[in-house]
Each structure stands twice: as C-alpha cells, then as structure tokens.
C-alpha cells in the first residue's frame, strides 16, 4: 500500500473513531431523555385506554385528563420519532465506512 493511502485510511479510521465517540456520548445522554419520552407515551396510552372504559361524569372527566396530556404526548412521540432517524442515519453512516 503506497504511503498516501496509508494516510487517507488512517485519517478515515480517526474520523470514523471520533464520530462513534459522539453518537455513544450522544446516545448515553438521550437516553434519560428517551426513557422519559417512552413513559410519557406509556402512561398517556394507559390512560386513554382506561378512559374509554368509563362511563359518564368519569368518562368526561378523563377525557378532560387525557386531553390535558395531549402535548406532551405528542412532543414524546414526536422526539422518540426524531431520535429513531438520527439512530439510522448514524447507523448508515457507520455502515458506509
């Protein structure tokens, strides 16, 4: 292998490096995050399935709840949504060196 080659992969291999190192230190710090979206989206679930279980002045008062969680649902749903594409990206990227 002629030395300019060299160069070029070991430049590639330290860049490669580098950018694993940022998408783990990436990862660990979404994680919190991540698992606190995933338990918004649970508990907002959990509630909408127990409001259709009830029935009158229950059933409207529940609603009123879940319709009071409704944004950060959609916030939840909307960062695991948005952390699942720079997860694949990541991984394509890593696959394409």
Do not use: P
């Not at 059933?59 to 319709?67: E, I, N, P, V």
Request: proline share 0%; charged share 20%; glycine share 2%.
């Amino acid at each position: 292998m002629k030395t300019g080659n060299k160069n070029i992969l070991w430049i590639s291999s330290i860049i490669l490096a580098s950018m694993l190192g940022a998408s783990h230190a990436q990862s660990e710090q979404l994680k919190v995050s991540s698992d606190t979206a995933k338990q918004i989206v649970s508990d907002y679930k959990a509630l909408r399935s127990y409001c259709s279980r009830t029935q009158e002045q229950a059933r409207r008062d529940c609603f009123s709840k879940l319709s009071a969680t409704t944004s950060d649902y959609k916030v939840a749903k909307f960062f695991l949504r948005k952390q699942e594409t720079q997860t694949n990206t990541i991984a394509n990227a890593q696959s394409n060196w």
